[in-house]
């Protein structure tokens, strides 16, 4: 269904993917469990950290259900949160924490520069699914050109995680692995959505340009 009053552009007759996911606030407080542990376990023990890490995601689905606010992020932080807190006590190392998070990277990272491969840029169809504005981006060569590049962007983001933190793994470094971890977590994401707009931005004019 369409609405003539915004170029035919479809209604959105459903939540999109980021409302779904709580917004910006949702996706960050899903990684809070994640900075507690690594707070915790810098400064205290393993146990602790562990223990922290589950209160803290327990405490975001509760505040999610006293705000009537989405629960699928909570719920799914506190799922990853609990894997990974289940392989580090059951492995007795801090480290364990951290390997899903780089099985995660590894898989992302190949999974967008297999997108690149087959034309369908995790980029766009990431972005345009937040959105909820469709796939039809994919018949314009500029946004797909820019698409592609945006997607080997984050792939790369998703590589330099996973052989950084995975050096600090295999040497059991976990007080810089913990650390590494927070660095390369939103800065680098910041870094790849910046790279992402500027790429569509810059595609949209020459598109534009063209068109007119």
């Given at each position: ?7 035919g552009r479809?209604?959105r007759?459903?939540?999109t993917?980021l409302?779904q996911m709580?917004?910006?606030?949702g996706i960050?407080a ?7 542990f690594?707070l915790?376990?810098?400064l205290?023990?393993l146990?602790?950290g562990v223990i922290?890490?589950?209160?803290a995601?327990v ?5 999610r259900i006293?705000r ?15 894997v ?6 059951r492995t ?5 924490f951290?390997?899903?998070?780089l099985?995660y990277?590894a898989?992302?990272g190949?999974a967008f520069l297999?997108s690149?491969l ?6 766009g169809?990431i972005?345009?699914?937040i959105?909820?504005d ?11 050109r820019?698409?592609t ?7 790369l ?10 050096l600090?793994?295999?040497a059991e470094?976990?007080t810089?692995l913990g650390?590494a971890?927070?660095?390369?977590g ?6 790849a959505?910046?790279g992402?707009v500027?790429?569509v ?7 534009s340009a063209a068109?007119?």
């Amino acid at each position: 269904m369409t609405d003539a009053s915004d170029g035919g552009r479809p209604e959105r007759e459903f939540p999109t993917m980021l409302e779904q996911m709580g917004g910006v606030i949702g996706i960050v407080a899903s990684s809070i469990p994640v900075v507690v542990f690594v707070l915790a376990n810098l400064l205290f023990t393993l146990r602790v950290g562990v223990i922290s890490a589950l209160a803290a995601g327990v405490a975001i689905a509760v505040w999610r259900i006293v705000r009537r606010q989405p629960l699928q992020p909570a719920v799914s932080g506190l799922l990853g949160v609990g894997v990974a807190a289940y392989i580090a006590y059951r492995t007795g190392e801090a480290r364990g924490f951290y390997l899903p998070g780089l099985i995660y990277s590894a898989v992302l990272g190949l999974a967008f520069l297999v997108s690149v491969l087959v034309r369908w840029p995790l980029a766009g169809v990431i972005w345009h699914g937040i959105n909820g504005d469709g796939q039809g981006w994919r018949s314009s060569p500029a946004l797909l050109r820019a698409y592609t590049w945006a997607s080997l962007l984050w792939a790369l983001v998703f590589a330099a995680r996973l052989v950084v933190q995975g050096l600090l793994y295999n040497a059991e470094a976990e007080t810089w692995l913990g650390i590494a971890r927070l660095a390369m977590g939103y800065p680098l994401v910041g870094v790849a959505l910046l790279g992402t707009v500027w790429a569509v931005r810059r595609a949209n004019r020459t598109a534009s340009a063209a068109a007119g």
